[in-house]
C-alpha cells in the first residue's frame, strides 16, 4: 500500500488547499496569521513534507470562509477519476 503523504488523494487535498488560498488571494503569511500558527506549516503542508489533520483542517476552512464539504465533493471526485484511469 503506497504511504498516504504520497497518494493520489492526499495531492489532491493539497492541490484544493492550495487553490482555495490563492483564491481568497492569501499568502502562506495571511493564512499563518488567520490561524495562528507559522505559515511554514502552511507551506509544509502544501510541498506535501507534512499532513493536515482533521481538526487544522477544519480551522483552515473556518478561517478562509469555506466550505469543507467542496474539499470532500472534490475529493471523490478526484478519487473517481483515478480509479478509471487504472
Do not use: T
Request: proline share 1%; aromatic share 8%; hydrophobic share 40%.
Amino acid at each position: 500500500m503506497q504511504k498516504q503523504l504520497y497518494s493520489s488523494v492526499n495531492e489532491a487535498f493539497v492541490s484544493w488547499l492550495k487553490k482555495a488560498r490563492e483564491d481568497k488571494g492569501l499568502s502562506l503569511r495571511d493564512v499563518g496569521q488567520l490561524i495562528g500558527r507559522h505559515h511554514s506549516l502552511i507551506g509544509n503542508v502544501e510541498n506535501s513534507v507534512r499532513r493536515m489533520d482533521v481538526a487544522e483542517f477544519f480551522v483552515y476552512c473556518e478561517a478562509l470562509d469555506i466550505d469543507p464539504n467542496e474539499c470532500m465533493e472534490f475529493l471523490k471526485k478526484a478519487r473517481s477519476a483515478h480509479k478509471n484511469v487504472k
